[in-house]
Protein backbone atom coordinates (compact mmCIF):
# COMPACT_ATOMS: atom_id res chain seq x y z
CA UNK A 1 0.00 0.00 0.00
CA UNK A 2 1.38 3.32 -0.94
CA UNK A 3 1.32 6.28 1.66
CA UNK A 4 -1.56 8.59 1.84
CA UNK A 5 -1.26 12.46 0.94
CA UNK A 6 -1.15 13.21 4.55
CA UNK A 7 1.63 10.89 5.61
CA UNK A 8 3.65 12.08 3.03
CA UNK A 9 2.70 15.75 4.32
CA UNK A 10 3.45 14.59 7.87
CA UNK A 11 6.65 13.20 6.95
CA UNK A 12 8.07 16.32 4.89
CA UNK A 13 6.77 18.03 8.48
CA UNK A 14 9.24 15.84 10.35
CA UNK A 15 12.27 16.38 7.82
CA UNK A 16 12.07 19.77 8.38
CA UNK A 17 11.70 19.87 12.06
CA UNK A 18 15.06 18.61 12.25
CA UNK A 19 16.82 22.15 10.62
CA UNK A 20 17.41 24.84 13.00
CA UNK A 21 17.42 28.00 10.80
CA UNK A 22 16.79 28.95 7.09
CA UNK A 23 19.94 28.20 5.57
CA UNK A 24 19.76 24.48 6.56
CA UNK A 25 16.12 24.69 5.20
CA UNK A 26 16.97 26.41 1.72
CA UNK A 27 19.73 24.28 1.39
CA UNK A 28 17.80 20.96 1.97
CA UNK A 29 15.19 23.08 -0.91
CA UNK A 30 18.38 23.55 -2.75
CA UNK A 31 18.78 19.73 -2.86
CA UNK A 32 15.75 18.69 -3.88
CA UNK A 33 15.67 20.73 -6.38
CA UNK A 34 18.48 19.30 -8.07
CA UNK A 35 16.79 16.17 -7.76
CA UNK A 36 13.15 16.66 -9.26
CA UNK A 37 12.80 14.24 -11.53
CA UNK A 38 13.00 16.58 -14.98
CA UNK A 39 10.38 17.11 -18.04
CA UNK A 40 12.09 16.25 -21.15
CA UNK A 41 13.14 19.15 -22.84
CA UNK A 42 11.01 18.38 -25.94
CA UNK A 43 7.92 18.29 -23.73
CA UNK A 44 8.51 22.13 -22.13
CA UNK A 45 5.95 23.55 -24.15
CA UNK A 46 4.13 26.54 -23.83
CA UNK A 47 0.56 24.62 -22.68
CA UNK A 48 2.87 23.27 -20.19
CA UNK A 49 4.29 26.57 -18.70
CA UNK A 50 2.66 27.88 -15.34
CA UNK A 51 1.69 31.62 -15.88
CA UNK A 52 2.57 34.24 -13.25
CA UNK A 53 5.86 32.85 -12.00
CA UNK A 54 9.11 34.65 -12.18
CA UNK A 55 11.14 31.80 -13.10
CA UNK A 56 9.53 30.07 -16.00
CA UNK A 57 7.96 26.43 -14.68
CA UNK A 58 7.25 23.51 -16.77
CA UNK A 59 4.21 20.62 -15.28
CA UNK A 60 3.91 17.35 -17.17
CA UNK A 61 0.97 15.34 -15.95
CA UNK A 62 0.71 11.51 -16.63
CA UNK A 63 -1.75 8.58 -15.80
CA UNK A 64 -0.24 5.13 -14.95
CA UNK A 65 -2.38 2.85 -13.56
CA UNK A 66 -5.31 5.33 -12.24
CA UNK A 67 -2.39 7.29 -10.20
CA UNK A 68 -0.97 10.84 -11.30
CA UNK A 69 2.35 11.29 -11.92
CA UNK A 70 3.80 14.44 -12.47
CA UNK A 71 7.11 15.68 -13.65
CA UNK A 72 8.26 19.01 -13.61
CA UNK A 73 11.52 21.88 -14.69
CA UNK A 74 12.11 25.13 -13.69
CA UNK A 75 14.88 28.01 -14.71
CA UNK A 76 15.07 28.61 -10.83
CA UNK A 77 16.51 26.05 -8.20
CA UNK A 78 14.32 27.10 -5.07
CA UNK A 79 10.73 27.13 -7.55
CA UNK A 80 11.99 23.24 -8.35
CA UNK A 81 12.51 22.18 -4.54
CA UNK A 82 9.83 23.31 -3.93
CA UNK A 83 7.26 21.89 -6.76
CA UNK A 84 9.78 18.71 -5.71
CA UNK A 85 7.55 19.11 -2.29
CA UNK A 86 4.37 19.03 -4.09
CA UNK A 87 5.31 15.99 -6.76
CA UNK A 88 6.54 13.97 -3.76
CA UNK A 89 3.31 14.51 -1.79
CA UNK A 90 0.91 14.43 -4.87
CA UNK A 91 2.31 12.07 -6.99
CA UNK A 92 1.46 8.21 -7.48
CA UNK A 93 -2.18 9.53 -5.70
CA UNK A 94 -5.57 9.05 -7.25
CA UNK A 95 -6.91 12.39 -9.26
CA UNK A 96 -9.83 12.25 -6.54
CA UNK A 97 -7.55 12.04 -3.50
CA UNK A 98 -5.43 15.26 -5.62
CA UNK A 99 -8.61 17.25 -5.86
CA UNK A 100 -9.69 16.99 -2.34
CA UNK A 101 -5.95 17.07 -1.00
CA UNK A 102 -5.80 19.80 1.85
CA UNK A 103 -1.65 21.03 1.36
CA UNK A 104 -1.10 21.92 5.39
CA UNK A 105 2.24 21.04 4.68
CA UNK A 106 3.24 24.23 2.99
CA UNK A 107 2.16 26.50 5.94
CA UNK A 108 4.25 23.90 8.82
CA UNK A 109 7.20 23.75 7.03
CA UNK A 110 7.36 28.00 6.84
CA UNK A 111 6.68 28.01 3.53
CA UNK A 112 3.56 29.95 3.42
CA UNK A 113 4.76 33.26 2.83
CA UNK A 114 4.94 31.57 -0.85
CA UNK A 115 1.47 31.03 -0.61
CA UNK A 116 0.16 34.26 -1.40
CA UNK A 117 -1.45 34.70 -5.26
CA UNK A 118 0.60 38.03 -6.47
CA UNK A 119 3.91 35.85 -5.06
CA UNK A 120 6.12 35.88 -7.87
CA UNK A 121 7.09 32.44 -7.58
CA UNK A 122 3.59 31.16 -8.17
CA UNK A 123 3.71 28.26 -5.88
CA UNK A 124 -0.48 28.97 -6.15
CA UNK A 125 -0.04 28.66 -9.57
CA UNK A 126 1.55 24.98 -8.96
CA UNK A 127 -1.05 23.91 -6.68
CA UNK A 128 -3.51 24.64 -9.24
CA UNK A 129 -2.04 23.34 -12.26
CA UNK A 130 -1.34 20.27 -10.33
CA UNK A 131 -4.74 19.62 -9.19
CA UNK A 132 -6.84 21.10 -12.17
CA UNK A 133 -4.57 18.20 -14.23
CA UNK A 134 -6.05 15.89 -11.79
CA UNK A 135 -9.60 16.77 -12.59
CA UNK A 136 -9.47 16.85 -16.35
CA UNK A 137 -8.54 13.16 -15.55
CA UNK A 138 -11.90 13.33 -12.96
CA UNK A 139 -13.78 14.64 -16.29
CA UNK A 140 -12.43 11.96 -18.52
CA UNK B 1 13.33 80.91 3.43
CA UNK B 2 13.61 80.00 7.40
CA UNK B 3 14.61 76.39 6.96
CA UNK B 4 17.84 77.32 5.38
CA UNK B 5 19.21 79.10 8.29
CA UNK B 6 18.42 76.02 10.22
CA UNK B 7 19.30 73.41 7.87
CA UNK B 8 22.03 71.18 9.30
CA UNK B 9 24.35 68.86 7.54
CA UNK B 10 23.31 65.87 5.97
CA UNK B 11 23.73 62.89 8.50
CA UNK B 12 22.58 59.53 7.56
CA UNK B 13 21.97 57.78 11.03
CA UNK B 14 19.86 60.76 11.78
CA UNK B 15 17.55 61.17 8.67
CA UNK B 16 17.24 57.04 9.06
CA UNK B 17 14.85 58.16 12.64
CA UNK B 18 12.64 60.06 10.54
CA UNK B 19 11.63 56.49 8.66
CA UNK B 20 10.34 54.40 10.79
CA UNK B 21 9.80 50.94 8.60
CA UNK B 22 13.55 51.29 8.57
CA UNK B 23 13.74 49.72 12.09
CA UNK B 24 11.46 47.00 11.39
CA UNK B 25 12.93 43.58 11.16
CA UNK B 26 12.18 40.81 8.42
CA UNK B 27 12.88 37.21 9.35
CA UNK B 28 14.57 38.02 12.76
CA UNK B 29 16.95 40.23 10.80
CA UNK B 30 17.71 44.10 10.90
CA UNK B 31 15.71 45.05 7.21
CA UNK B 32 17.94 46.20 4.26
CA UNK B 33 15.74 48.25 2.07
CA UNK B 34 17.76 48.43 -1.30
CA UNK B 35 14.06 48.34 -3.29
CA UNK B 36 14.25 52.20 -3.45
CA UNK B 37 13.59 51.83 -7.13
CA UNK B 38 10.07 50.36 -6.96
CA UNK B 39 8.68 52.35 -4.43
CA UNK B 40 10.62 54.32 -1.88
CA UNK B 41 9.55 54.63 2.44
CA UNK B 42 7.97 57.38 4.12
CA UNK B 43 9.03 59.69 6.83
CA UNK B 44 7.01 59.99 9.88
CA UNK B 45 6.26 63.78 8.81
CA UNK B 46 4.47 62.48 5.71
CA UNK B 47 2.58 59.36 7.82
CA UNK B 48 1.35 62.13 10.17
CA UNK B 49 0.55 64.51 8.07
CA UNK B 50 -2.36 62.08 6.05
CA UNK B 51 -3.66 61.26 9.79
CA UNK B 52 -3.50 65.28 10.47
CA UNK B 53 -5.51 66.05 7.09
CA UNK B 54 -8.26 63.23 7.92
CA UNK B 55 -8.51 64.06 11.27
CA UNK B 56 -8.33 67.86 11.00
CA UNK B 57 -8.80 69.06 7.45
CA UNK B 58 -10.76 66.77 5.11
CA UNK B 59 -13.47 67.76 3.08
CA UNK B 60 -13.65 68.18 -0.78
CA UNK B 61 -11.53 70.69 -2.66
CA UNK B 62 -12.70 73.76 -5.13
CA UNK B 63 -16.47 73.40 -3.86
CA UNK B 64 -18.32 74.33 -0.83
CA UNK B 65 -17.94 77.59 0.84
CA UNK B 66 -17.82 76.04 4.32
CA UNK B 67 -14.76 76.53 6.10
CA UNK B 68 -13.35 72.51 6.18
CA UNK B 69 -14.08 72.94 2.12
CA UNK B 70 -11.76 76.02 2.15
CA UNK B 71 -9.47 74.46 4.37
CA UNK B 72 -8.67 71.45 2.70
CA UNK B 73 -8.41 73.35 -1.16
CA UNK B 74 -5.88 75.86 0.47
CA UNK B 75 -3.83 72.95 1.91
CA UNK B 76 -4.56 70.94 -1.59
CA UNK B 77 -3.08 74.39 -3.52
CA UNK B 78 -0.50 74.85 -1.48
CA UNK B 79 1.12 71.66 -1.80
CA UNK B 80 0.24 72.25 -6.06
CA UNK B 81 2.57 75.32 -5.23
CA UNK B 82 5.07 73.26 -3.31
CA UNK B 83 5.62 70.49 -6.05
CA UNK B 84 5.70 73.68 -8.96
CA UNK B 85 8.70 75.46 -6.70
CA UNK B 86 10.44 71.57 -6.57
CA UNK B 87 10.68 71.11 -9.97
CA UNK B 88 11.15 75.15 -11.12
CA UNK B 89 7.21 75.21 -12.57
CA UNK B 90 4.40 77.51 -11.85
CA UNK B 91 1.63 76.18 -9.94
CA UNK B 92 -0.27 76.42 -13.22
CA UNK B 93 1.32 73.58 -14.57
CA UNK B 94 1.56 71.27 -11.92
CA UNK B 95 -1.56 68.52 -13.17
CA UNK B 96 -2.17 65.86 -10.04
CA UNK B 97 -2.15 62.60 -11.41
CA UNK B 98 -2.07 58.78 -9.69
CA UNK B 99 1.06 58.22 -10.65
CA UNK B 100 3.81 58.20 -13.69
CA UNK B 101 2.06 55.78 -16.17
CA UNK B 102 -1.60 58.04 -15.88
CA UNK B 103 0.21 61.11 -16.45
CA UNK B 104 1.93 59.38 -19.48
CA UNK B 105 -1.71 58.07 -20.56
CA UNK B 106 -2.77 61.42 -20.12
CA UNK B 107 -0.56 63.28 -22.85
CA UNK B 108 -0.38 59.92 -25.06
CA UNK B 109 -4.55 60.53 -25.16
CA UNK B 110 -4.81 64.35 -24.85
CA UNK B 111 -1.91 65.20 -27.46
CA UNK B 112 -2.09 62.01 -28.98
CA UNK B 113 -5.40 63.38 -30.12
CA UNK B 114 -3.50 65.94 -32.05
CA UNK B 115 -1.75 63.24 -34.61
CA UNK B 116 -2.37 62.42 -38.14
CA UNK B 117 -1.87 59.30 -39.63
CA UNK B 118 2.14 58.92 -40.46
CA UNK B 119 3.00 61.02 -37.32
CA UNK B 120 5.49 59.37 -35.24
CA UNK B 121 6.67 59.09 -31.49
CA UNK B 122 9.81 58.50 -30.75
CA UNK B 123 10.77 56.34 -27.40
CA UNK B 124 13.81 54.53 -27.01
CA UNK B 125 15.09 50.43 -26.08
CA UNK B 126 15.37 51.08 -22.40
CA UNK B 127 12.04 52.28 -21.73
CA UNK B 128 9.57 50.60 -18.84
CA UNK B 129 6.05 49.14 -19.87
CA UNK B 130 4.66 52.34 -19.14
CA UNK B 131 6.42 54.20 -21.36
CA UNK B 132 6.09 51.91 -24.46
CA UNK B 133 2.69 50.38 -24.07
CA UNK B 134 0.53 54.13 -23.91
CA UNK B 135 2.10 55.01 -27.52
CA UNK B 136 1.51 51.52 -28.85
CA UNK B 137 -1.93 51.97 -28.43
CA UNK B 138 -2.19 55.65 -29.55
CA UNK B 139 0.14 54.45 -32.82
CA UNK B 140 -3.07 51.55 -33.01
CA UNK B 141 -5.38 54.43 -32.57
CA UNK B 142 -4.39 56.92 -34.78
CA UNK B 143 -2.50 55.21 -37.38
CA UNK B 144 1.30 56.50 -36.08
CA UNK B 145 4.23 55.13 -36.10
CA UNK B 146 6.54 54.22 -32.74
CA UNK B 147 10.09 54.35 -33.30
CA UNK B 148 12.66 52.96 -30.86
CA UNK B 149 16.10 54.59 -30.30
CA UNK B 150 18.56 51.31 -29.52
CA UNK B 151 20.63 51.04 -26.47
CA UNK B 152 24.21 49.63 -26.79
CA UNK B 153 25.65 46.91 -24.83
CA UNK B 154 26.79 49.10 -21.61
CA UNK B 155 23.70 50.63 -21.32
CA UNK B 156 23.76 53.45 -22.79
CA UNK B 157 20.88 54.97 -25.97
CA UNK B 158 22.93 54.58 -29.25
CA UNK B 159 23.14 58.57 -29.75
CA UNK B 160 25.07 58.17 -33.13
CA UNK B 161 21.92 57.00 -34.71
CA UNK B 162 19.79 59.94 -33.14
CA UNK B 163 19.18 61.44 -36.23
CA UNK B 164 17.89 59.03 -38.40
CA UNK B 165 15.25 58.20 -35.60
CA UNK B 166 14.72 61.70 -34.65
CA UNK B 167 12.94 63.36 -37.82
CA UNK B 168 10.52 66.10 -39.32
CA UNK B 169 7.99 63.31 -39.08
CA UNK B 170 8.54 63.17 -35.22
CA UNK B 171 5.86 64.67 -33.03
CA UNK B 172 7.02 63.58 -29.93
CA UNK B 173 9.72 62.13 -27.96
CA UNK B 174 9.23 60.51 -24.52
CA UNK B 175 12.09 59.19 -22.76
CA UNK B 176 13.31 58.00 -19.57
CA UNK B 177 15.98 60.12 -17.80
CA UNK B 178 16.92 57.55 -15.59
CA UNK B 179 16.39 54.03 -16.21
CA UNK B 180 14.84 52.13 -13.44
CA UNK B 181 16.59 48.59 -14.79
CA UNK B 182 19.93 49.80 -16.00
CA UNK B 183 20.32 52.90 -13.28
CA UNK B 184 21.70 54.99 -16.96
CA UNK B 185 21.15 58.56 -16.34
CA UNK B 186 20.19 59.94 -19.86
CA UNK B 187 21.66 63.44 -20.93
CA UNK B 188 18.04 64.79 -21.36
CA UNK B 189 19.04 68.25 -21.55
CA UNK B 190 20.79 67.64 -25.20
CA UNK B 191 18.09 65.12 -26.17
CA UNK B 192 15.63 67.41 -25.53
CA UNK B 193 17.30 69.98 -27.64
CA UNK B 194 17.84 67.97 -30.14
CA UNK B 195 14.12 67.19 -30.58
CA UNK B 196 13.10 70.81 -30.18
CA UNK B 197 15.33 71.25 -33.17
CA UNK B 198 13.09 68.66 -35.35
CA UNK B 199 10.08 70.36 -33.85
CA UNK B 200 8.84 67.22 -32.18
CA UNK B 201 7.87 68.07 -27.86
CA UNK B 202 9.47 66.08 -25.50
CA UNK B 203 7.72 64.34 -21.99
CA UNK B 204 10.79 63.62 -19.92
CA UNK B 205 9.65 60.18 -17.77
CA UNK B 206 11.39 61.36 -14.31
CA UNK B 207 9.85 58.67 -12.42
CA UNK B 208 13.94 57.29 -11.26
CA UNK B 209 15.38 60.57 -11.26
CA UNK B 210 13.14 63.01 -9.46
CA UNK B 211 14.44 61.05 -5.74
CA UNK B 212 18.33 61.24 -7.05
CA UNK B 213 18.91 64.44 -8.58
CA UNK B 214 17.88 68.07 -8.68
CA UNK B 215 15.11 68.66 -11.33
CA UNK B 216 14.40 71.73 -13.12
CA UNK B 217 12.02 71.73 -15.76
CA UNK B 218 12.70 75.63 -17.09
CA UNK B 219 16.16 74.40 -17.37
CA UNK B 220 15.65 71.09 -19.13
CA UNK B 221 13.23 72.76 -21.54
CA UNK B 222 10.88 69.82 -21.58
CA UNK B 223 7.49 69.79 -22.15
CA UNK B 224 5.69 67.63 -20.40
CA UNK B 225 7.34 65.77 -17.11
CA UNK B 226 5.85 63.17 -15.56
CA UNK B 227 7.05 61.24 -11.89
CA UNK B 228 5.20 59.24 -8.88
CA UNK B 229 4.97 60.51 -5.24
CA UNK B 230 5.64 56.97 -4.11
CA UNK B 231 9.38 57.23 -4.99
CA UNK B 232 10.14 60.18 -3.53
CA UNK B 233 8.89 59.82 0.14
CA UNK B 234 5.48 60.04 -0.55
CA UNK B 235 2.63 57.75 -0.68
CA UNK B 236 0.86 55.44 -3.49
CA UNK B 237 -1.42 56.46 -5.94
CA UNK B 238 -0.45 60.19 -6.66
CA UNK B 239 1.92 61.66 -9.60
CA UNK B 240 2.67 64.85 -11.22
CA UNK B 241 2.62 65.62 -14.64
CA UNK B 242 4.10 68.80 -15.57
CA UNK B 243 2.96 70.45 -18.68
CA UNK B 244 4.37 73.81 -20.13
CA UNK B 245 1.31 75.97 -19.65
CA UNK B 246 0.31 77.46 -23.42
CA UNK B 247 0.60 73.60 -25.15
CA UNK B 248 -1.46 72.33 -21.95
CA UNK B 249 -3.97 74.90 -22.68
CA UNK B 250 -4.17 73.77 -26.31
CA UNK B 251 -4.80 70.50 -25.90
CA UNK B 252 -7.69 69.03 -25.39
CA UNK B 253 -8.94 67.59 -22.22
CA UNK B 254 -8.41 63.50 -20.86
CA UNK B 255 -10.97 62.61 -19.00
CA UNK B 256 -14.63 64.25 -18.95
CA UNK B 257 -16.02 65.07 -14.88
CA UNK B 258 -16.44 67.17 -12.03
CA UNK B 259 -13.85 69.74 -11.52
CA UNK B 260 -12.55 69.99 -15.18
CA UNK B 261 -15.80 72.23 -16.74
CA UNK B 262 -16.33 75.60 -16.68
CA UNK B 263 -19.78 75.54 -17.64
CA UNK B 264 -21.81 72.78 -18.54
CA UNK B 265 -25.30 72.51 -20.91
CA UNK B 266 -26.48 69.61 -22.37
CA UNK B 267 -25.30 70.75 -25.82
CA UNK B 268 -21.99 71.84 -25.12
CA UNK B 269 -19.39 72.32 -22.13
CA UNK B 270 -16.51 74.49 -21.69
CA UNK B 271 -13.76 73.60 -19.87
CA UNK B 272 -11.58 74.81 -17.53
CA UNK B 273 -8.06 76.63 -17.25
CA UNK B 274 -5.14 74.89 -16.68
CA UNK B 275 -4.36 72.43 -14.06
CA UNK B 276 -8.11 71.93 -13.14
CA UNK B 277 -8.71 71.20 -17.08
CA UNK B 278 -6.61 67.88 -16.20
CA UNK B 279 -8.29 66.78 -12.89
CA UNK B 280 -11.61 65.48 -13.38
CA UNK B 281 -13.50 64.15 -10.51
CA UNK B 282 -12.65 64.62 -6.85
CA UNK B 283 -8.83 64.43 -6.82
CA UNK B 284 -6.68 62.06 -4.48
CA UNK B 285 -6.63 65.11 -1.93
CA UNK B 286 -4.65 63.64 1.04
CA UNK B 287 -2.07 62.07 -1.34
CA UNK B 288 -1.97 65.66 -2.69
CA UNK B 289 -1.22 67.24 0.32
CA UNK B 290 1.15 63.81 1.78
CA UNK B 291 3.12 64.80 -1.69
CA UNK B 292 3.76 67.81 -0.39
CA UNK B 293 4.54 67.56 2.63
CA UNK B 294 7.34 64.78 1.38
CA UNK B 295 8.54 67.66 -0.73
CA UNK B 296 8.86 69.91 2.14
CA UNK B 297 10.77 67.09 4.32
CA UNK B 298 13.27 66.40 0.97
CA UNK B 299 13.67 70.80 1.42
CA UNK B 300 14.28 70.64 5.61
CA UNK B 301 17.40 68.61 4.63
CA UNK B 302 20.69 69.19 3.50
CA UNK B 303 19.88 67.98 0.00
CA UNK B 304 23.03 68.33 -1.37
CA UNK B 305 24.60 66.57 0.97
CA UNK B 306 22.18 63.74 0.65
CA UNK B 307 22.47 63.21 -3.12
CA UNK B 308 26.58 63.44 -2.46
CA UNK B 309 25.97 60.75 -0.19
CA UNK B 310 23.86 58.67 -2.07
CA UNK B 311 26.61 59.14 -5.10
CA UNK B 312 29.19 58.21 -2.83
CA UNK B 313 26.96 54.38 -2.18
CA UNK B 314 26.42 53.84 -5.49
CA UNK B 315 30.03 53.52 -6.19
CA UNK B 316 31.18 51.78 -2.97
CA UNK B 317 28.28 48.94 -3.89
CA UNK B 318 29.73 48.73 -7.44
CA UNK B 319 33.24 48.89 -6.64
CA UNK B 320 32.33 45.81 -3.79
CA UNK B 321 30.14 43.89 -6.38
CA UNK B 322 32.78 44.11 -8.60
CA UNK B 323 35.09 41.97 -6.15
CA UNK B 324 32.30 38.99 -6.51
CA UNK B 325 33.64 36.62 -8.65
CA UNK B 326 31.35 35.89 -11.69
CA UNK B 327 28.66 38.43 -11.36
CA UNK B 328 27.88 40.32 -14.25
CA UNK B 329 26.45 44.12 -14.19
CA UNK B 330 23.94 44.53 -16.35
CA UNK B 331 24.18 48.73 -17.68
CA UNK B 332 27.44 49.90 -17.32
CA UNK B 333 27.02 53.51 -18.43
CA UNK B 334 29.23 55.92 -17.36
CA UNK B 335 26.64 57.88 -16.27
CA UNK B 336 24.83 56.14 -13.72
CA UNK B 337 22.60 56.85 -10.32
CA UNK B 338 22.68 54.54 -7.30
CA UNK B 339 20.99 51.31 -9.13
CA UNK B 340 22.25 48.20 -9.88
CA UNK B 341 21.09 45.37 -12.08
CA UNK B 342 23.07 42.11 -11.66
CA UNK B 343 22.98 38.48 -12.59
CA UNK B 344 25.75 36.19 -11.06
CA UNK B 345 27.01 33.17 -12.96
CA UNK B 346 24.21 31.16 -14.30
CA UNK B 347 22.34 31.91 -11.02
CA UNK B 348 18.21 32.62 -11.40
CA UNK B 349 17.94 35.81 -9.86
CA UNK B 350 14.50 34.59 -8.16
CA UNK B 351 16.49 32.13 -6.24
CA UNK B 352 19.38 34.96 -5.55
CA UNK B 353 16.58 37.41 -4.40
CA UNK B 354 14.30 34.35 -2.21
CA UNK B 355 17.68 33.85 -0.26
CA UNK B 356 18.66 37.65 0.07
CA UNK B 357 15.20 37.97 1.23
CA UNK B 358 15.51 35.48 4.08
CA UNK B 359 18.79 37.65 5.58
CA UNK B 360 16.23 40.83 5.44
CA UNK B 361 17.33 42.22 2.26
CA UNK B 362 14.87 43.41 0.18
CA UNK B 363 16.02 43.86 -3.78
CA UNK B 364 13.99 43.27 -6.83
CA UNK B 365 14.50 40.82 -8.95
CA UNK B 366 12.50 40.04 -12.31
CA UNK B 367 12.04 42.04 -15.49
CA UNK B 368 11.86 45.26 -13.65
CA UNK B 369 8.86 46.24 -16.47
CA UNK B 370 11.11 46.37 -19.21
CA UNK B 371 10.36 43.12 -21.08
CA UNK B 372 11.84 44.47 -24.46
CA UNK B 373 14.92 45.94 -22.73
CA UNK B 374 15.44 41.81 -20.85
CA UNK B 375 14.56 40.23 -24.53
CA UNK B 376 17.98 42.74 -25.93
CA UNK B 377 20.08 41.37 -23.26
CA UNK B 378 18.60 38.01 -23.98
CA UNK B 379 17.96 37.59 -19.88
CA UNK B 380 15.52 36.65 -17.66
CA UNK B 381 15.46 39.34 -15.56
CA UNK B 382 18.60 40.85 -13.22
CA UNK B 383 18.58 40.85 -9.57
CA UNK B 384 18.38 45.23 -8.88
CA UNK B 385 19.47 46.84 -5.83
CA UNK B 386 18.13 50.30 -5.88
CA UNK B 387 19.51 52.97 -3.22
CA UNK B 388 18.13 55.97 -1.13
CA UNK B 389 19.79 58.58 0.79
CA UNK B 390 18.58 56.65 4.17
CA UNK B 391 21.14 54.05 3.22
CA UNK B 392 24.45 53.38 4.65
CA UNK B 393 27.82 51.73 3.57
CA UNK B 394 27.52 49.76 6.43
CA UNK B 395 23.98 48.42 4.45
CA UNK B 396 26.28 47.43 1.75
CA UNK B 397 28.73 45.53 3.29
CA UNK B 398 25.64 43.54 4.70
CA UNK B 399 24.46 43.19 1.49
CA UNK B 400 27.86 41.89 0.12
CA UNK B 401 27.71 39.29 2.76
CA UNK B 402 24.67 38.05 2.33
CA UNK B 403 25.09 37.79 -1.74
CA UNK B 404 28.19 35.86 -0.61
CA UNK B 405 26.37 33.51 1.29
CA UNK B 406 23.60 33.27 -0.85
CA UNK B 407 25.78 32.59 -3.82
CA UNK B 408 27.85 29.98 -1.75
CA UNK B 409 24.44 28.45 -0.93
CA UNK B 410 23.26 27.92 -5.03
CA UNK B 411 26.39 26.67 -6.19
Request: hydrophobic letters at 40%; aromatic letters at 8%.
Amino acid sequence: MSKSINELQDEVIEEFALFDDWMEKYEYIIDLGKDLPLIEEAKKTEDRLIHGCQSRVWVEAEVLDDRMCFTADSEAIITKGIISLLIRVLSNQTPENIVKSELYFIGEIGLQEHLSPTRANGLVGMINRLKSEALKQLAK
Amino acid sequence: MLYLCTMVPFDVLRVRQDFPILQETVHGKPLIYFDNGASSQKPQQVIDRINHYYAKEHSNVHRGVHHLSAKATEVYEAARKTVADFVGATHEEIVFTKGTTDAINTIAFSFGETLKPGDEILITGMEHHSNIVPWQMLCERKRCNLKVLPVLENGTLDLSEIDRFLTEKTKLFSFVHVSNTLGTVNPAKELISKAHAMGAKVLLDAAQSIQHMPINVQELDCDFLAFSGHKVFAPTGIGVLYGKKDLMESLPPYQGGGDMIEYVTFEKTTYNSMPLKFEAGTPNISGVIALGEALNYLNSLDLQGAFQHEEALGKYLRSHMREIPKVRFIGEAPETCSTLSFLVDDLHPFDLGTLLDQQGVAVRTGHHCTQPLMQQFNIPGTVRASLAFYNTHEEIDRFITALNRSIQLLS
